[in-house]
């Protein structure tokens, strides 16, 4: 049903809600509040000093609004509450004025200072008769709380809303059909009323989620893929070419990956490991069975950087091997990139190695057999289909250096079979992790001078490229003028931001590579892939403003040597938080920390956008009931229930957009 049939809403409503991904009445009843105000009315006889309350009262005295600087004014008036005459003051809010005319009953919410009669408010609320709990939604500028409110009341009237639990859960949970549990989520009665819903809704939503995960692994389980019939001795052919040994981690997903690529069922595997943990060379022995069976093979990196880091840790191994590997970058040349498509197509290239310049409608495989994709979640699913689709049901393997609690990867992860690497590569040592203060910044540097002399390099990482109103954020550009003063511009320093070319971009990273370049400032930009086993030291300002998960992506920039290595989080703000760190150097762990405390939020941005956006369930505080909707959603599939639900008939139409 179409918003515009909807009383109250008009065009520039219509226009309002668009904003909010709000597109029908469907989409409307599944807006849910984020919060609720208890509205408790009380006597002013019977409050106390500087405590936070309602009282009802009545405009005895026009309000006048006063203009302090731009941008910020005070609305003052009188009001009568029972016998007592209130001077109340409420800030921003000179939109109110023609609202409050002498003898307007009104509800104040605030503070009363009993001493000198005055009341500071911080809302002001018309039309309340009686203690209720009222909605608090999400909103954009145009749009207020009550006209959400009125417009949900009217929408609540019609019956237009898909109640995709099955009977038999219904039954099983006791929960009410779809139309109550909304009345009761928008216009609950009763704090048991938001619960009783919250529940139904909660479970309804996790269950569908968990239906598209594990409708996906069994048509993953049955998919029919290429067979490859290669000896299990290409392993040891394998290892015996490497110069270093692997963990008994890489040799379990080695082995993992070896029984996959040799059955008819196609591959369609993730592996999962900490910064630093080797996933790289496991994939390499994919794509080296891959080869052995006479075909292409694809690896798709994020970033130039981090496909040029591939080509050159990669080619010279698989050479060894006979295997022709290329790189295909968005920057290069026409006539260059010509000649790689060409021996693409043709069949010479047995590895290509790029960027989304894979993705390109000129990019043809002659018999393309797997495709690995690095850092998966930052590629959209359309994406990662388009590059799968230039074969003939090619292999998939999915690399993630993001950890995440093992019990949250196996939900979340569901449809993929999952290969964990947590053993880090012998010989490397625990990075030194410490928390310092701006006003201990003196320690920081000596330590960097001694690094410096000693000839090794040097991270700083601002979250900010250009300084703004808030003067406690660095950024680049004046961490760069703060070090040069420091180091009495003796020691070179480089920029590296998103804002700069790709070609500037590169050219940076090859000097601080070659070690032209002593402290590389940099953004986020340096999270993933690059690879400097020169650099020893991390330094990262206003550490507060990253998560936990992204501060050890950051300092796993560093420890890629049996050098002695440093991270020193600068912050003086949440240092208990990111004391974890200091604590340990296991990014499972680190992310299960994350999780408790900051939620599903930042750690499962590993997905891509849209996938983990609930509208009001939450994996952290709603697991117990993730985990009932993944046994009933499997038991729902295993036993054919859904082939006579239209519902699910429907959403197993629709579920290619996660795949």
């Known amino acids: 049903m179409e918003l515009k049939n909807i009383k109250g809403i008009g065009i520039q409503i219509e226009h309002k809600l668009n904003s909010l991904n709000i597109y029908n009445v469907e989409d409307l009843l599944n807006f849910y509040p984020y919060k609720y105000n208890f509205i408790n009315l009380q006597n002013i006889e019977n409050v106390e000093d500087d405590s936070n309350v309602m009282i009802k009262a009545i405009v005895v005295e026009s309000a006048k609004v006063q203009y302090i600087k731009r941008n910020f004014n005070r609305l003052v008036f009188k009001a009568l509450a029972n016998e007592t005459l209130l001077s109340v003051t409420i800030f921003n809010r000179a939109f109110l004025k023609a609202n409050l005319t002498i003898g307007k009953p009104v509800v104040l919410v605030g503070k009363y200072h009993s001493l000198k009669k005055q009341f500071v408010a911080s809302d002001i609320k018309f039309n309340i008769d009686n203690n209720r709990i009222e909605p608090v939604y999400h909103l954009v500028e145009g749009l207020t709380n009550n006209n959400l409110i009125k417009i949900m009341a009217e929408a609540l009237t019609y019956d237009c809303v898909r109640d995709t639990i099955p009977q038999i859960y219904k039954e099983k949970y006791h929960f009410d059909d779809k139309k109550m549990a909304l009345k009761l989520i928008h216009q609950p009665q009763s704090e048991a009323d938001i619960r009783k819903a919250s529940a139904q809704l909660k479970y309804e939503e996790l269950f569908v989620f968990m239906f598209k995960i594990n409708y996906l692994r069994k048509i993953n389980n049955k998919a029919l893929g290429i067979m490859r019939k290669v000896k299990p001795k290409c392993k040891n052919d394998f290892l015996t070419k490497l110069p270093f040994c692997l963990t008994s981690d890489q040799l379990t997903a080695m082995d993992n990956i070896y029984e996959d690529l040799t059955k008819e069922n196609r591959m369609n595997r993730l592996i999962l490991g900490d910064v630093g943990s080797g996933k790289t060379i496991v994939s390499t022995f994919a794509m080296y069975i891959n080869f052995l069976s006479g075909y292409q093979s694809a690896l798709m990196a994020p970033t130039e950087i981090l496909a040029e880091q591939h080509y050159k840790s990669i080619k010279p191994l698989l050479e060894k091997f006979e295997m022709n590997v290329s790189l295909l970058t968005g920057s290069m040349k026409k006539r260059e990139k010509k ?78 079979d999952l290969s964990i690497i947590k053993t880090k590569p012998k010989g490397r040592r625990e990075i030194i992790t410490e928390v310092k203060k701006e006003t201990e910044i003196k320690d920081v540097l000596y330590k960097m001078l001694e690094e410096l002399k000693l000839g090794h390099q040097i991270y700083v990482v601002s979250p900010l490229i250009e300084n703004n109103e808030e003067g406690d954020l660095k950024s680049v550009v004046a961490l760069q003028e703060k070090l040069n003063l420091a180091f009495n511009n003796k020691v070179t320093i480089g920029l590296l931001h998103g804002k700069l070319k790709a070609n500037e971009k590169e050219q940076i990273m090859q000097d601080f590579k070659n070690n032209k370049i002593k402290i590389l400032i940099s953004t986020t930009v340096i999270e993933v892939g690059i690879d400097v086993p020169n650099s020893t030291i991390i330094v990262i300002y206003n550490a507060e403003r990253f998560g936990l998960a992204t501060l050890h992506q950051l300092r796993g920039r560093v420890g890629r040597n049996d050098l002695q290595s440093y991270c020193y989080l600068i912050s003086n703000k949440d240092v208990k938080r990111l004391k974890v760190l200091e604590e340990s150097n296991d990014g499972f762990y680190i992310s299960e920390k994350d999780f408790e405390m900051r939620g599903q939020g930042d750690l499962f941005g590993v997905r891509q956008s849209g996938e983990l956006n609930f509208k009001i369930a939450n994996l952290k505080d709603d697991y117990d009931i993730l985990l009932k909707a993944k046994d009933d959603s499997k038991e729902y599939i295993d036993e054919n229930k859904y082939l006579e639900d239209k519902n699910y008939q429907e959403i197993v139409s629709s579920i290619t957009f996660i795949n």
């Open 339 to 416: 000649l790689i498509l060409d021996s693409l197509k043709s069949g010479k290239i047995d590895l290509i190695i790029g960027t989304h310049a894979l993705l390109s409608e000129g990019v043809e495989f002659k018999n393309l057999g797997l495709v690995v994709t690095d850092e998966q979640h930052r590629f959209g699913v359309d994406q990662r289909n388009k590059l799968r689709d230039k074969g003939n049901v090619p292999d998939v393997l999915y690399l993630s250096a993001t950890p995440i609690p093992r019990t949250y990867a196996l939900t979340i992860y569901g449809d993929l």
